[in-house]
C-alpha cells in the first residue's frame, strides 16, 4: 500500500474518521497498532513475522535495560541489543553483498569459491525501525527517556505507518508522550495535515515520478549523453532524490497531524545550504541528528579526532543507505569533504572566506555541485557504471543529444515551487492564509496531482 495511491488514501481517512470518534485513549491506540501492522503486511504479509520478532525482542531488551540492577549490566544488555538489531539488518541488507565480495578476493588468491545460500530480500523499511529502536534502547540506558511498560505504546512506537517505512526516524521522547494523551480533534492541525498531504503527493507525483524517467534513460547507459545531457540528468536525479524523499516526510508528517501527532521536520530546502554542514542539516535532518547522537558523539564527537570521526560517521551513514562499493565511497567523499571543512573553518583561509551575497550564492552553487557529483555514485548501478557517468559529464562523451526540453521544464518547475511553496511545507504558514487562498492553492495542487497520476512509481527509501 503506497502513500501515493486511491487505496491508501481511502484506508487512511477511514481510520482518521474511525479514530476521532473513539472516546477512549486506549482505544485509539489498538486502533494505531492494528492499521499499523495491517499497513506494514499489505505489501508482504510474512514480512510481519519480523517485525513481530524484532517488536517483541526489543521490548524485552529494553525492560531488561530500565530494571538492571547495575550501570555494567544495563551496558552489556545494550550492547548484545544492539548486535542483535544489526545482525538483523545485516544478514538481510549486507549478506550478499559480503558474500560476493568475499568470493571475488577468494578468487584472486587462486581459489574456487562457491556463494552460501543469502537472503535476496530486503524487508520492508528494516534500515529506518532498525536506527529507530537503537535510538530507543540507548536513551533508555542513558536516562533520557523512561523505559516504556506499556506494549501497545511501544508497538505503535515501533511501527507507526505514517513514519515506519521511510521515516522521519522518530525519537521516543517525541512520539511516546504524544500516544499516551487523549487528544481532542484541532481542526487547524487537520487542515494543515490535509494540505501537507497534497503537497507531498504533488511533490512526490509530479515532481519526482516524472524526473524518474530522464534519470533511468540517461543513468542506464551514461556512454550515450553528451556533456550537457550528462549535466542536466544528474540535476534531474538531485532533484528527483530531494522530492520523492521530501514528498514522503511530507505526507508523513501531514498524516501524523490528522491524528493530532506532530512528527519532525525533515526537510529544510538543502539545496541553499552554503556548506556541507549546513547541507546535512537540512537533509534528512532526522538521520543526521541520529547519526551525531548515537556515532559521532560516542566517537568522541569534537573532543578529539575530529576529522577521523566525521569520516566514519559519514563512512557508516553511506553504508547504512546500501550494499554497495558505491554507497562506501559516497559516504566517504561527504565525510571527506565534512572532515576538510572542519580543518579549515579555524584557519586564516577559512576566517578570510567573505560573507556578503555574491559569496553565499557562489558558495551554495558550489555546495550543490559538489553534492551532486557524488549524487553520481548514489544513483549508479556499479561503480564502472559511475565513472562512465564522470567521463560524460567531463566532456569525454561523443554523443550529440541534447537535453530534453521536458526535463528542463520539469526542472524549472520544482525551482518555481520551491521558491513559491518551499517553505510552506515546512512550517504552518498555511494556516495564516485566507481561505481562498488555502483551497485555490490546494485546488491547483490536486489539479496537477490528477494531470501526472499516470506516472506514479514507488518511493526511492519504500524498500530500503
Not at 544495563?74 to 538481510?92: D, E
Amino acid at each position: 500500500m503506497l502513500f501515493n495511491s486511491i487505496t491508501f488514501i481511502l484506508f487512511h481517512f477511514c481510520l482518521v474518521l474511525i479514530y476521532w470518534a473513539l472516546p477512549r485513549q486506549s482505544y485509539r491506540q489498538v486502533l494505531l497498532f492494528v492499521s499499523s501492522v495491517i499497513f506494514y503486511g499489505w505489501y508482504y504479509w510474512p514480512a510481519l513475522i519480523l517485525l513481530g520478532i524484532s517488536m517483541v525482542v526489543n521490548y524485552g531488551f529494553s525492560r531488561m535495560i530500565g530494571s538492571a540492577e547495575s550501570e555494567e549490566r544495563a551496558s552489556l544488555i545494550l550492547k548484545i541489543a544492539i548486535i542483535v538489531n544489526l545482525c538483523s539488518l545485516g544478514w538481510f541488507k549486507y549478506s550478499a553483498f559480503i558474500a560476493e565480495n568475499v568470493i571475488a578476493l577468494l578468487g584472486q588468491m587462486g581459489i574456487a569459491a562457491k556463494s552460501p545460500p543469502v537472503s535476496a530480500w530486503l524487508p520492508l523499511g528494516i534500515s529506518f525501525y532498525t536506527f529507530q529502536i537503537i535510538g530507543y534502547l540507548v536513551d533508555v540506558k542513558r536516562g533520557v527517556v523512561k523505559v516504556e511498560k506499556n506494549f501497545l505504546i511501544f508497538g505503535v512506537f515501533k511501527c507507526f505507518y505514517a513514519q515506519l517505512v521511510a521515516g522521519p526516524i522518530v525519537r521516543a521522547h517525541e512520539l511516546i508522550p504524544q500516544l499516551k494523551i487523549r487528544r481532542i480533534f484541532n481542526s487547524q492541525d487537520f487542515l494543515l495535515g490535509i494540505f501537507y498531504l497534497i503537497a507531498g503527493l504533488a511533490i512526490k507525483i509530479c515532481i519526482a515520478d516524472t524526473l524518474a524517467q530522464f534519470v533511468e534513460y540517461g543513468f542506464n547507459d551514461p556512454s550515450k549523453l553528451s556533456t550537457l545531457t550528462a549535466w542536466t540528468t544528474l540535476y534531474g536525479f538531485a532533484f528527483q532524490i530531494l522530492s520523492d524523499f521530501w514528498g514522503y516526510s511530507t505526507i508523513a508528517i501531514g498524516l501524523g497531524l490528522m491524528y493530532g501527532i506532530v512528527l519532525p521536520l525533515n526537510f529544510d530546502r538543502p539545496y541553499l545550504a552554503t556548506s556541507l554542514r549546513e547541507f546535512w542539516r537540512r537533509w534528512h535532518i532526522t538521520l543526521s541528528v541520529w547519526l551525531r547522537d548515537y556515532i559521532y558523539i560516542p566517537l568522541g564527537g569534537n573532543r578529539g579526532h575530529t576529522g577521523l570521526n566525521l569520516f566514519l560517521t559519514m563512512l557508516l551513514g553511506g553504508i547504512w543507505h546500501g550494499a554497495s562499493w558505491n554507497f562506501v565511497f559516497w559516504g566517504a567523499g561527504h565525510g571527506l569533504w565534512l572532515a576538510a571543512e572542519r580543518a579549515l573553518a579555524g584557519t586564516r583561509v577559512g576566517r578570510s572566506v567573505p560573507d556578503h551575497l555574491l559569496a553565499r550564492i557562489l558558495k551554495t552553487l558550489l555546495v550543490f555541485h559538489g553534492v551532486c557529483l557524488l549524487w553520481v555514485f548514489f544513483r549508479a548501478k556499479t561503480f564502472a557504471s559511475a565513472l562512465a557517468y564522470f567521463q560524460s559529464l567531463f566532456g569525454y562523451s561523443t554523443a550529440s543529444d541534447s537535453p530534453s526540453g521536458n526535463l528542463l521544464f520539469v526542472l524549472l518547475g520544482f525551482v518555481a515551487f520551491t521558491v513559491l511553496l518551499g517553505k510552506a511545507v515546512i512550517d504552518r504558514r498555511f494556516l495564516e492564509w485566507r481561505l481562498w487562498h488555502q483551497v485555490a492553492v490546494c485546488l491547483l495542487l490536486l489539479i496537477l496531482i490528477l494531470s501526472y497520476a499516470d506516472a506514479r512509481l514507488d518511493f526511492i527509501y519504500f524498500v530500503f
